[in-house]
């Protein structure tokens, strides 16, 4: 593929201590992709999304945004770069002690000049997209589960960004509102022609949603493939995570692993 990537994670490696998480994975990001990173708990999977949006340095190689080196801007353009990404977080991430109409204001309060008639606006419009309309007063408190990622998913769409990143979008959902999420996760990329990467360990999920899906195994990536020649392939690791058997290298290694310090 000749395209230029949106996001390249060229050669990256990270390490807290002597252990290392990601190990020289090459990962490229792009445009109108949604990509699903799969792997088990604690594989870098939510640490690729820190990687992108800065909050995490790596250890050595570069991740780059279009022509940009993330690692290296200063403070001011770093907000300015996230201020092109929506993140939507694994529990939702609302503040608790602010209305809804609050919660999606804040980033365009801090980032951009707007008028409250604007904000007020970009507010209706968004809650609109995600089914959400008439909650504006609302706590969160005073919403489910998954009325609460309808409107993380709202805020995220407040600075229109050109790439949104999910971390575990239907964690705690019931099967049904999993796949209402699933369904709004696409109508919302398509829409706005958002790029989306989306981190998952749910295989329905994972199916239902990607165009693409990659796989890290041991700080590695093992298969980068669309969902028809991800789901049929021959490598063992990844075949047993989409079946869930547990007979397989997954629960070898485990056995073997060292215990946690």
């Given at each position: 593929?000749?395209?230029?990537?949106?996001?390249?994670?060229?050669?990256?490696v990270?390490?807290?201590?002597?252990k290392?998480?990601l190990?020289?994975?090459?990962?490229?990001?792009?445009?109108k992709d949604?990509l699903?990173?799969l792997?088990?708990s604690?594989s870098?999977?939510?640490?690729?999304?820190?990687?992108?949006?800065?909050?995490?340095?790596?250890?050595s190689?570069?991740v780059?945004?279009?022509h940009?080196e993330?690692?290296?801007?200063?403070?001011?353009?770093?907000?300015?770069?996230?201020?092109?990404i929506?993140m939507?977080?694994?529990y939702?991430?609302?503040?608790?002690?602010?209305?809804?109409?609050?919660?999606?204001?804040?980033?365009?309060?801090?980032l951009?000049?707007?008028?409250?008639?604007?904000?007020?606006?970009?507010?209706?419009?968004?809650?609109a997209?995600?089914?959400?309309?008439g909650?504006e007063?609302n706590?969160?408190s005073?919403?489910?589960g998954?009325?609460?990622?309808?409107?993380?998913?709202?805020?995220?769409?407040?600075?229109?960004?050109?790439?949104?990143?999910f971390d575990?979008?239907?964690?705690?959902?019931?099967?049904?509102?999993?796949?209402?999420i699933?369904?709004?996760?696409?109508?919302l990329t398509?829409?706005t022609n958002?790029?989306?990467?989306?981190?998952t360990?749910e295989?329905?999920?994972?199916?239902?949603i990607?165009?693409?899906?990659?796989?890290?195994y041991?700080?590695?990536?093992?298969e980068?493939?669309?969902?028809?020649?991800?789901r049929?392939?021959?490598?063992p690791?990844?075949r047993?995570?989409?079946?869930?058997?547990?007979?397989?290298?997954i629960?070898?290694?485990?056995a073997?692993?060292?215990?946690?310090?």
């Amino acid at each position: 593929m000749s395209e230029t990537p949106l996001v390249h994670l060229d050669n990256i490696v990270l390490r807290f201590g002597d252990k290392t998480v990601l190990d020289g994975i090459d990962l490229k990001v792009f445009s109108k992709d949604r990509l699903v990173i799969l792997g088990q708990s604690g594989s870098g999977k939510s640490t690729t999304l820190r990687l992108i949006l800065g909050i995490l340095k790596p250890t050595s190689g570069v991740v780059r945004y279009r022509h940009l080196e993330v690692q290296r801007l200063s403070r001011s353009k770093l907000n300015l770069l996230r201020s092109r990404i929506g993140m939507v977080y694994q529990y939702s991430a609302l503040i608790s002690s602010m209305t809804v109409r609050e919660n999606l204001a804040l980033p365009i309060e801090e980032l951009r000049g707007s008028s409250r008639k604007e904000i007020d606006a970009l507010i209706e419009q968004n809650l609109a997209i995600v089914g959400m309309s008439g909650t504006e007063e609302n706590m969160p408190s005073e919403l489910s589960g998954g009325m609460r990622k309808r409107v993380s998913l709202a805020r995220a769409l407040m600075m229109e960004p050109e790439l949104i990143l999910f971390d575990e979008p239907s964690a705690g959902l019931d099967p049904v509102i999993s796949s209402v999420i699933d369904e709004l996760i696409i109508r919302l990329t398509e829409k706005t022609n958002a790029t989306s990467v989306i981190v998952t360990h749910e295989m329905e999920s994972a199916f239902r949603i990607a165009t693409r899906m990659t796989m890290l195994y041991q700080g590695k990536i093992i298969e980068d493939a669309p969902p028809d020649r991800f789901r049929t392939s021959e490598n063992p690791v990844v075949r047993q995570f989409v079946t869930g058997t547990t007979v397989g290298p997954i629960m070898e290694t485990s056995a073997h692993a060292d215990p946690p310090k």
